[in-house]
């Protein structure tokens, strides 16, 4: 079974500086995807970022982007220049690439951005 | 692009009473749906998952009796927590995804209901 840890519940930064949140999961397969989702105060998951397994180049969005460590089973989310509006919690989800009606999420880190 | 909307965003019923939650895709033909209850300061837990005009796919140890999902159509899915208790108060998500049943777009969720049950 494929899991998702995230091992950090709770994390905080200062506005503008950068963050970065780490997620591990664990899979046999080879073909999947992985995403970054935000969950705000008003409880609405945004799609953040998403990786495709089979890309060796990390993603980018704007100012998100991911370090995918493909063999060790590392998927860490950076934030720069962080914001007020990015305090959220962080979910780290799996996704098979042939099963793809499931879709494992991490526990989620809460991430405080002070001012 | 890619909005659902979640109705109602609140709720709070008596004991007994049957609830229905609504999730639609406004800019997309959503061919697979799914419902997620998340417990407070927890992950979101998948319950179940739909196709259009398929019966839904449950999670196991979810009540299919208890919980039941429509979906009818390529923009609406209802779910129905019928004969609410107090142990069923959660929040319920949905999310929706378009393209070919079993495609890798992602997941996009709806805004959340809060169920209570007094």
């Known amino acids: 079974a494929q899991t998702v840890t995230q091992s950090q519940p709770e994390m905080s930064v200062q506005e503008a500086e950068t963050v970065t949140l780490s997620c591990t999961y664990d899979t046999s397969e080879n073909n999947y995807y992985l995403f970054w989702y935000k969950q705000p105060p008003s409880r609405q998951m945004i799609l953040v970022i998403r990786q495709e397994a089979y890309k060796q180049q990390n993603a980018t969005e704007n100012r998100f982007s991911v370090n995918f460590q493909k063999a060790a089973k590392s998927f860490s989310l950076k934030i720069s220049d962080s914001q007020l509006g990015d305090t959220a919690m962080y979910f780290c989800a799996f996704m098979m690439g042939y099963n793809n009606n499931d879709m494992r999420f991490g526990a989620g880190t809460r991430l405080t951005v002070k001012p | 692009g890619a909005v659902v909307s979640q109705h109602p965003s609140r709720v709070i019923c008596k004991s007994g009473t049957s609830v229905k939650i609504e999730c639609r895709s406004l800019d997309f033909q959503a061919t697979t749906m799914f419902w997620y209850r998340q417990f407070p300061k927890q992950s979101l837990m998948l319950m179940a998952t739909s196709n259009e005009g398929s019966k839904a796919t449950y999670e196991q140890g979810v009540e299919k009796d208890k919980f039941l999902i429509n979906h009818a159509s390529l923009t609406l899915s209802t779910l129905t927590v019928t004969s609410a208790h107090p142990e069923d108060s959660s929040f319920y998500i949905c999310?929706?995804?378009?393209?070919?049943?079993?495609?890798?777009?992602?997941?996009?969720f709806g805004d959340g209901t809060r169920l209570s049950i007094l």
């Open positions: 999310s929706a995804r378009g393209g070919v049943a079993g495609s890798n777009q992602p997941q996009h």
